[in-house]
């Protein structure tokens, strides 16, 4: 069982910066893809970043990619996702998600998820 909390949320306005992230505890962080994901009121949870077990790959949707860069410290179990050049339509609850997969692209592919931090970017 893996236990995941998020912080870093709160308000920033549009072109601002914030830095995710996630403590893990219960098991190493070390064997598990690791994952962002975000979901603004009304709409579906939504794939923001995935991170391999060694850090080495990562995906990113193409409406973050270029400002959005997730990163863990596997010593530390933790994750991070430094989110830069924000806009309005980032404004969701971000969460944690990690998975024993090689991969993660959809919810489905999650195991474990935290509970949330909220990001609201002001115009």
Known sequence: QVQLVESGGGLVQ??????LSC????RTLS???MGWFRQAPGKERDFVASISSSGTITYYP?????RFTISRDNA??????????LKPEDTAVYYCAATGRVR???ANDVYYWGKGTLVTVSS
């Open 14 to 19: 549009a072109g601002g910066s914030l830095r």
């Open 23 to 26: 403590a893990a505890s219960g």
């Open 31 to 33: 064997s598990y893809t």
């Open 62 to 66: 193409d409406s973050v990619k270029g």
């Open 76 to 85: 530390k179990n933790m994750v991070y996702l430094q989110m830069n050049s």
């Open 104 to 106: 993660i692209t959809t």
